[in-house]
């Protein structure tokens, strides 16, 4: 018989088996997740592994369910990215609020044979607003470009800056009218409208790009002025060099600009903090930001 400390299923220590995660997608490959959950386990001394899992485009919950089960380990918990979040909505046996709210999950916790669904991208994007870009919105004008996924993602952290006014613009206006209306109970209502129709609307001090359209490196439609002077433009989308939204807002006069690597890094911290109940550091956090900005 093996010794099960030799197995690596020892009961204490260095010998137990490793907790595993992994973040699914498709594709996945191109996914800065595992580097920089490695970091945080590096960082805050928790013993895990965290790896990419291609799941196929129909079998995402097939995909999951083998990784739950695998043997080697013990599967905790994983990140959900593109096209998945909403499968993974669906697939969860329970949801956090602000998964509801999202209508989408990004963090599953494998619990007692049952998936409990999270969502940390708003709170990781109000993160990196508030602490690292240091902006505050509460009171000031904020327009949200978008109305898909990405967009329903962050609208309620962007209700809880206490803004006076939320815009949400998109190219079709029917589906920004649906996402405003569907956060009408709130405590400010958001009015939705078309990109044409942000012509009649005064400055707003923070632009939010959830469109997808820097993917395809094209740039919006926005009328001049809708940035004000001492404005942030914020892309959820980031890559090498500057993004066409940003490039925009830089020659519209937005004064501040950022992409969402922060946004990445902070809703990791979150998630990472949702399955182990430690925060990394903000050190540690954006050393993290800067070494994948310079990768
Ligand atoms: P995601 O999960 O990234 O939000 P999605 O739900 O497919 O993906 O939503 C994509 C968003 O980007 C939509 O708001 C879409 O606008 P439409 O609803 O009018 O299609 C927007 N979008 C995509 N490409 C765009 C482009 N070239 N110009 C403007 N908006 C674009």
């Known amino acids: 018989m093996k010794n099960p400390r030799q197995t690596g299923h020892g009961p204490r220590g260095a010998s137990r088996p490793l907790d595993r995660y992994a973040v699914f997608g498709n594709p996945v490959a191109h996914s800065r997740s595992p580097q920089i959950h490695?970091?945080?386990?590096?960082?805050?001394?928790?013993?895990?592994?965290?790896?990419?899992?291609?799941a196929p485009l129909d079998g995402f919950a097939e995909a999951?369910?083998?990784?739950?089960?695998?043997?080697?380990?013990?599967?905790?918990?994983?990140?959900?990215?593109?096209?998945?979040k909403e499968e993974a909505f669906r697939l969860a046996d329970e949801r956090t609020p602000r998964a509801l709210v999202a209508g989408a999950v990004n963090t599953l916790c494998f619990q007692d044979g049952r998936i409990l669904g999270d969502n940390t991208d708003g709170a990781g994007l109000a993160r990196d607003?508030?602490?690292?870009?240091?902006?505050?919105?509460?009171?000031?004008?904020?327009?949200?470009?978008?109305?898909?996924?990405?967009?329903?993602?962050?609208?309620?952290?962007?209700?809880?800056?206490s803004p006076a006014a939320l815009v949400i613009a998109n190219?079709?206006?029917?589906?920004?009218?649906?996402?405003?209306?569907?956060?009408?109970?709130?405590?400010l209502a958001p009015r939705g409208m078309g990109f044409a129709a942000?012509?009649?609307?005064?400055?707003?001090?923070?632009?939010?790009?959830?469109?997808?359209?820097?993917?395809?490196?094209?740039?919006?439609?926005?009328?001049?002025?809708i940035f004000a002077a001492e404005s942030l433009a914020y892309d959820l989308m980031y890559g090498k060099g500057e993004t066409p939204f940003l490039?925009?807002?830089?020659?519209?006069?937005?004064?501040?600009?950022?992409?969402?690597?922060?946004?990445?890094?902070?809703?990791?911290?979150?998630s990472f903090f949702v399955w182990r109940g430690k925060r990394p550091e903000a050190a540690t956090r954006r050393s993290l930001m800067r070494q994948l900005r310079d990768t």
């Open 38 to 54: 490695a970091a945080f386990a590096r960082a805050t001394g928790e013993r895990l592994r965290y790896e990419p899992r291609l």
């Open 64 to 84: 999951v369910r083998q990784f739950i089960s695998g043997r080697e380990g013990c599967a905790k918990g994983a990140n959900v990215t593109a096209p998945f």
């Open 129 to 161: 607003i508030t602490e690292n870009l240091a902006f505050s919105a509460a009171g000031g004008r904020i327009l949200l470009l978008g109305a898909g996924g990405a967009a329903r993602g962050v609208v309620e952290a962007l209700l809880a800056f």
């Open 171 to 187: 190219r079709g206006a029917d589906k920004a009218k649906a996402l405003a209306s569907a956060f009408a109970g709130e405590r």
């Open 198 to 225: 942000l012509a009649g609307e005064p400055a707003f001090d923070l632009v939010i790009n959830a469109t997808s359209a820097s993917l395809a490196g094209e740039a919006l439609p926005l009328p001049d002025g």
């Open 247 to 270: 490039a925009q807002a830089r020659k519209g006069g937005a004064a501040r600009r950022a992409d969402g690597l922060g946004m990445l890094v902070e809703q990791a911290a979150e």
